[in-house]
C-alpha cells in the first residue's frame, strides 16, 4: 500500500513495555497523559524479540540455544504506545482511519484512552474508523497484546495440528511455533506499516484489474474501482445534495505515457467500471521468456468534480490460466501465460526469517534476485508462513517471477464448524485476496499445505478419528470469496491435489505432487485410505527414486544439505563446530535425524568430521536435485513444473534450503544455473545402462546445433569424444543419441572417468557428470592454484595434476554473492569467479578459502 500526502506515518519509533496479565488496569496504560519514559523503545514496524536484541535486553536467539532463553516474552502482556500531531479541521468533511499492516495477534487498539477495536488475526491488515476520537492536535495510540495462551487453553484440540496443539485457533504464521526446519519463536508485536489515512469527501476503497485478453495486437484491461463517499454525519445534515463521484482510469508505459484511458465514468452502486483496450501491447512476461513489463495504473477519483483520492500502482498486462488437460486431452498441470505453456523451475518460499517483522527489505529483493541468478520463474509462499510483505510482490513483479500463493493454512485440521473462526477467516481470506489481485507476478491460489492428503493418511492410520476439520475453509469459503473477488485467477484447493483411479491427493496423474519418497521415506504410491509406509532405509530415501515420479507438476522435493561454515561458525558456541556435537543437531529441527545419515550412506559415505558433514551432505543435495530436476525437465510432455523444497531459510539451521540464513547458497544452487537454464543439456544414465543425451529446451525458439560428448580420465586425459547434430523445437524435450556405456569408456573403468555434454551452435551451459557415486569413486589428490585480483573482486582458480571436485571459495561474510561456486575443474582448467556484496565496495579477500573435496591450495 502506498501512502498518500495526506495521511500520517506512524511508523518509527515506538514505547514498549510488558506486564503480567491483570498487573495493570488497561485504561490505566492505555490513558492519553501515561508517562512511558520509562518504558523501552521498539521500532515499528518490528516485533518485541528484535526490540529487545536491539538493546541487549535478550540474547541473540539465533546464536546457540538462547532461542530458549527468550520463552518468557510469549507469556508475557505486551503494550505499544505512541503519540502523533495531526490537524483536524472543524466541520470538514474528513474522515480519519487507523491503519494496522500486520498486529501480532491479539491486539486491543486504544485511540486517546478509548478503546476502539480488538483484532485476532496476525495475517491481514486491520483498519479502524477514529473519525470522531482524532484530536485536532496532540493524539496517543496504545496498543494491548494479549499472551496467545489466553486465547487457546480452553479450546478443543484436535488430534492432528503438526508441531503444536495451540494453532488451529490462532491465526498466526505457523512456523512461529517451531517447524521441522526452525525453532519456536512466538513473536509479539506491530509487525506492519501503521499510519492515518485522512479521505476527504470521498475515497477508493479498492482497484481491480483484471487482464481479460492480450495479444500481440491487443490488450483488455477490466478495471472496477470501488468508491464510496466518507461525509459524517455531521457534513451529512449540512448538505442538500448527495455527492457526486467520478473516476478516471488510466493505463501509463514506463515512459509515463499513456496508452489507455477512461475519463468520466460514474459511481454507481459504488463501482465505476471500465475496459481498457491497449493496441500493440508490451506483455508482462517472466524474465525467462521477455520482459516483466509494468505499466502504472491510475484511478483518479472525483467528487463534485474535485480530485479527491487517487490510486497509482505497477501493473502488468499478462493472462494466465491453469491448464488441467493438454491438447491431447490427457491430464496436465500447467500454467499458461499470455498463451505461452510454461515450464515452472523454481523453489518454495518460507518466510524470511523467524522474526518477520523485523526482516530489512533488502533481504526480499536479493532472495528474488538470487532466484532468478538461478533461472528459476516461479516461487510459492508456503502456507506455514504469511501471506508475504508488499515488498516480496514487488520484487516478483518487477524481476519477473510467478508466484504460487498458498492460504496459510499447514497441516492441521482448523474449527471450520466455528462461526467466530469462520467470520475471522472469511476477513483474512477477502483482505489478501484485494491486496494481492492486481499483481501480474500472482499465478495462483491454492487452499493449503497438504491438509487434504495427510488427513486422508493420518485417518487411514487411526492418527485421525474426527471428521475432515477446515474442508469447509478450502473447498467452501475460499473458493466463493475468489468467484466474488478474483475471478479470472486459478485456484486449486490444496497441494498436493488431485486424484484419479483410487489414488490418493499425491496421483501422479492428476494435479500436482509432493515427493517426499526421497528423503522422508514415503512409499508411494498409494492408495486413498491405505495406511501410509514409510522405508527408512538407503533405496527408501535415495534420491534416485525421482526417477520413478511422473508428476505431472512437482510442487515439493528436496534434501536437507549443511549451511555454509560461516552461517554455522557464527551462531555457534566456541567448541562446538564439529560434526555431531550438541549444537549441531540443535541446528537440525527434523524428525529422526537418520534420514540425512541414511542418504548420504547410500551416496557420498557417512560423513566423519564436519568438513566432510559439509561437503558430503551440499554435493548430495545438489547432485539429487539436479537427478530429480533433469528428469522432471526430460518428461516436459507431461511434467511442467519443479519446484524445490525450500529456498531459503528463517534461521541459521540445518534444512532443504539452497540459500542458507546469511543469505550464502550452498552448492545446489550454483547447480541450479546450470538445471534451471532454459537450455538443458543432460545425461541421463545408470550404472552398466547406456547413455542417453538429451537436450531440453524451455525457449520459444528452436535449438540447433552440435551436442558433444566428452569423457576424460581424472588426469584430463580424453578418452573419448563424438559430436551429434542437435535440432530441438521450442518448448520440447529431445533424447539426441544413446551410447553404450563401454562405448564411451574405451577400456577405462566407470569409476574413472568424468563425461562433459557441451553444445556448439547455440547457448546452454556444459553439463558434466561421474558415472558412478562420489563413494565409489577414488579422487586423486589435487592441487589448486588461486589468483586473487582485489580490485576487480574476482578470483581465478586452477586445478592441478587431477580433477577438483567441488571447488569452494569461502569467505566469512554474508550475503557475498560469488558468480559461481561448489564447481569441478579438469586439470589444467581454470575458472574466474567475480565477487559481490550488496552493500560493501571491498571484501576482506585476504581471509578467501579455497579449497576442494580432494584438494588445497598449494
Ligand atoms: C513438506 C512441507 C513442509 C515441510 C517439508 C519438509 O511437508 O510442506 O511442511 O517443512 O515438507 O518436511
Known amino acids: 500500500m502506498t501512502l498518500k500526502n495526506s495521511d500520517l506515518d506512524l511508523s518509527g519509533e515506538w514505547k514498549i513495555q510488558h506486564f503480567e496479565v491483570g498487573e495493570k488496569r488497561a485504561m490505566e496504560l492505555a490513558a492519553a497523559g501515561l508517562d512511558d519514559r520509562f518504558w523501552i523503545g521498539a521500532d515499528v514496524p518490528g516485533d518485541v524479540h528484535t526490540a529487545l536484541i536491539q538493546r541487549g535486553i535478550i540474547d ?6 538462547n532461542d530458549a532463553k527468550s520463552r518468557w516474552i510469549e ?60 484530536r485536532n492536535g496532540w493524539n496517543a495510540v496504545a496498543v494491548k497484546f494479549d499472551p496467545l495462551s489466553i486465547h487457546h487453553r480452553d479450546k478443543e484440540q484436535f488430534d492432528w495440528s503438526s508441531y503444536t496443539k495451540e494453532r488451529p485457533w490462532l491465526r498466526k504464521a505457523a512456523m512461529n511455533f517451531g517447524w521441522d526446519w526452525g525453532p519456536r519463536m512466538v513473536t509479539v508485536g506491530i509487525w506492519g506499516k501503521v499510519w492515518l489515512k ?22 483488455l484491461v477490466d478495471v472496477t474501482a470501488e468508491a464510496a463517499s466518507v461525509e459524517s454525519f455531521r457534513s451529512k445534515k449540512r448538505r442538500e445534495h448527495p455527492i457526486s463521484l467520478t473516476c478516471d482510469v488510466r493505463l501509463l508505459d514506463a515512459q509515463g505515457n499513456e496508452v489507455a484511458s477512461a475519463h468520466g465514468l460514474d459511481v454507481l452502486a459504488g463501482q465505476a467500471k471500465a475496459t481498457l483496450s491497449v493496441s500493440s501491447p508490451r506483455l508482462w512476461w517472466t524474465h525467462d521468456l521477455g520482459e516483466p513489463y509494468l505499466h ?41 501465460l499470455n498463451g505461452v505453456k510454461i515450464y515452472a523451475k523454481g523453489a518454495n518460499w518460507i518466510p524470511a526469517d523467524h522474526l518477520i517483522g523485523s526482516i530489512p527489505e ?45 492460504f496459510a493454512f499447514a497441516n492441521a485440521l482448523f474449527p471450520d464448524f466455528n462461526q467466530d473462526f469462520m467470520e475471522n477467516v472469511r476477513r483474512e481470506v477477502e483482505n489478501n485476496v484485494v491486496r494481492l489481485r492486481n499483481r501480474a507476478s500472482l499465478a495462483l491460489w491454492c487452499g493449503n499445505n497438504e491438509i487434504d492428503w495427510l488427513y486422508d493418511m493420518k485417518s487411514a492410520s487411526g492418527d485421525i478419528t474426527s471428521p475432515f476439520y477446515g474442508e469447509l475453509i478450502y473447498h467452501e469459503l475460499i473458493p466463493e470469496a475468489l468467484e466474488r473477488l478474483d475471478p479470472s485467477r486459478p485456484y486449486w484447493p490444496s497441494s498436493p491435489f488431485g486424484d484419479s483411479h483410487g489414488m490418493d491427493a499425491n496421483d501422479p496423474g492428476v494435479g500436482d505432487r509432493h515427493n517426499w519418497q526421497v528423503w522422508h521415506g514415503s512409499v508411494y504410491p498409494r492408495k486413498q485410505g491405505e495406511p501410509p509406509l514409510l522405508d527408512y532405509s538407503v533405496e527408501g530415501v535415495t534420491f534416485k527414486n525421482y526417477k520413478k515420479d511422473m508428476a505431472l507438476f512437482s510442487s515439493e522435493f528436496g534434501m536437507h544439505a549443511s549451511a555454509n561454515r560461516y552461517t554455522l ?36 559415505g557417512i560423513p566423519q568430521n564436519i568438513d566432510e558433514y559439509m561437503n558430503f551432505s551440499m554435493l548430495t543435495q545438489a547432485e539429487g536435485l539436479r537427478y530429480g530436476i533433469e528428469h522432471f525437465r526430460r518428461i516436459k510432455h507431461r511434467n511442467s513444473g519443479a519446484l524445490v523444497w525450500q529456498l531459503n531459510d528463517s534461521w541459521p539451521g540445518t534444512s532443504w534450503s539452497m540459500i542458507d540464513y546469511e543469505l550464502l547458497p550452498k552448492a545446489s544452487f550454483y547447480y541450479g544455473k546450470v538445471f534451471f537454464h532454459p537450455v538443458l543439456l543432460s545425461l541421463e544414465h545408470e550404472p552398466g545402462e547406456p547413455l542417453a543425451l538429451w537436450v531440453v529446451n524451455d525457449t520459444l525458439e528452436p535449438v540447433r546445433g552440435q551436442l558433444q560428448l566428452r569423457v576424460y580420465d581424472f588426469e584430463g586425459g580424453n578418452v573419448y569424444s563424438s559430436s551429434y547434430a542437435a535440432e530441438v523445437g521450442p518448448q520440447s524435450a529431445v533424447c539426441v543419441a544413446k551410447l553404450n556405456e563401454a562405448e564411451a569408456l574405451m577400456g577405462r573403468r566407470a569409476q574413472d572417468v568424468i563425461v562433459e555434454l557441451s553444445a556448439e ?79 560493501r565496495g571491498s571484501l576482506p579477500l585476504s581471509e578467501l578459502k579455497v579449497s576442494a573435496m580432494n584438494g588445497r591450495e598449494g
Not at 319 to 333: D, R, V, W
Not at 570 to 578: H, I, L, R
Not at 786 to 807: D, F, K, P, Y
Not at 811 to 837: I, K, M, W
Open 362 to 406: 533488502h533481504r526480499y529483493r536479493e532472495l528474488v534476485e538470487l532466484s532468478v541468478e538461478a533461472h528459476m520463474n516461479m516461487l510459492r509462499v508456503w502456507a506455514g508462513g504469511i501471506y508475504e510483505k508488499d515488498v516480496f510482490y514487488d520484487e516478483c513483479d518487477r524481476q519477473g517471477v510467478l508466484v504460487w500463493q498458498d
Open 198 to 219: 485522512r479521505s476527504t469527501r470521498a475515497q477508493l476503497k479498492s482497484v481491480y484489474a483484471q487482464t481479460r485478453a492480450a495479444s500481440k495486437q491487443q490488450a
Open 60 to 65: 541473540p536467539p539465533y546464536y546457540g540455544h
Open 296 to 336: 502504472t495504473l491510475e484511478v483518479v477519483l472525483y467528487a463534485d468534480g474535485r480530485e479527491v483520492d487517487r490510486y497509482s500502482e505497477p501493473y502488468g498486462i499478462r493472462t494466465m490460466e491453469l491448464a488441467l488437460h493438454n491438447e491431447q486431452g490427457e491430464s496436465s498441470f500447467a500454467f499458461v
Open 569 to 604: 561458525e557464527k551462531n555457534m558456541p566456541p567448541g562446538q563446530f564439529y560434526w555431531g556435537s550438541p549444537e549441531m543437531a540443535y541446528r537440525n529441527k527434523d524428525t529422526n535425524h537418520q534420514k540425512g545419515i541414511l542418504l548420504m550412506e547410500g551416496y557420498t
Open 75 to 134: 507469556h508475557k502482556e505486551w503494550w505499544y504506545r505512541t503519540n502523533f500531531n495531526c490537524v483536524k479541521e472543524m466541520n470538514a468533511e474528513d474522515r480519519f482511519e487507523l491503519v494496522f499492516e500486520g498486529l501480532d495477534t491479539f491486539a486491543t487498539v486504544y485511540v486517546n484512552g478509548h478503546e476502539i477495536g480488538k483484532t485476532a488475526n496476525m495475517l491481514m491488515s486491520h483498519t479502524f474508523d477514529v473519525t470522531t476520537i482524532i
Open 761 to 839: 551452435g547455440f547457448a546452454a551451459p556444459s553439463n558434466r557428470y561421474f558415472l558412478r557415486d562420489p563413494k565409489e569413486v577414488a579422487l586423486p589428490e589435487s592441487r589448486l592454484s588461486v589468483h586473487v585480483n582485489e580490485e576487480e573482486l574476482s578470483v581465478t582458480v586452477t586445478a592441478h595434476h587431477a580433477i577438483a571436485r567441488m571447488v569452494k571459495l569461502e569467505l566469512p561474510l554474508g550475503r557475498v554473492r560469488f558468480s559461481d561456486n561448489y564447481f569441478d575443474l579438469l586439470p589444467g582448467e581454470s575458472r574466474t569467479v567475480r565477487l559481490r556484496h550488496p552493500e
